[in-house]
């Protein structure tokens, strides 16, 4: 049953300020080695000079922390799923950054299977080798970039009315009690 249990992990807003145009460009992404994708992301991109990714905390220890307020100051935020979804995808959409994340597999109230890539993120390649080029394509076509980000920001907009998330939680546990009692 999916219901949106962990609110303030997974839709804590931040307030985004700068446009795209007027952040640094390039991605970031910060994590813990979850799983083999990530590590492959540090492998590969972790000494790239254009892009600030790091994995963080436990035996990674790579990079210090990098809020999620210091992460807007790039044009792209990475996602990659770990144990599960990438909790960072909500709020980069929310963000006035492109997001970017490979295929997304996991499935949580954000309805991930609905997002459409190239309309709500940019999709890119599971082994990251076209990060660079997707991000300095959009470097170069903010317009591009600026309709995404707005799909974006409209669907993440959705989750902000508590009152209404309340209310469709209520109705998802009703229906699975009637439906588990048959």
């Known amino acids: 049953m999916l219901l949106p249990l962990d609110r303030h992990r997974h839709f804590e807003a931040f307030p985004d300020r700068k446009q795209f145009e007027e952040k640094q460009p390039g991605a970031v992404w910060r994590g813990g ?14 000494a790239s000079p254009d892009n600030d990714i790091a994995a963080v905390g436990g035996d990674a220890g790579k990079a210090d922390y990098l809020s999620p307020r210091a992460q807007l100051d790039r044009q792209v935020i990475l996602s990659v799923e770990g144990f599960d979804v990438a909790t960072n995808l909500k709020w980069a959409m929310g963000s006035n950054s492109l997001a970017m994340s490979p295929p997304l597999k996991y499935e949580t109230w954000y309805m991930e299977a609905r997002l459409k890539p190239g309309h709500h993120f940019v999709e890119i390649k599971p082994d990251f080798s076209d990060l660079d080029a997707a991000t300095a394509y959009y470097a170069r076509h903010p317009d591009k970039a600026r309709v995404i980000i707005a799909a974006a920001n409209a669907w993440r907009a959705q989750f902000d009315d508590t009152q209404t998330e309340d209310m469709i939680a209520a109705a998802v546990i009703q229906k699975y009690l009637q439906l588990s009692q048959s």
Do not use: A, K, P, Y
Request: charge should be negative; avoid cysteine.
């Open 33 to 46: 080695f979850h799983n083999q994708l990530r590590s492959e992301l540090v492998d590969l991109l972790g």
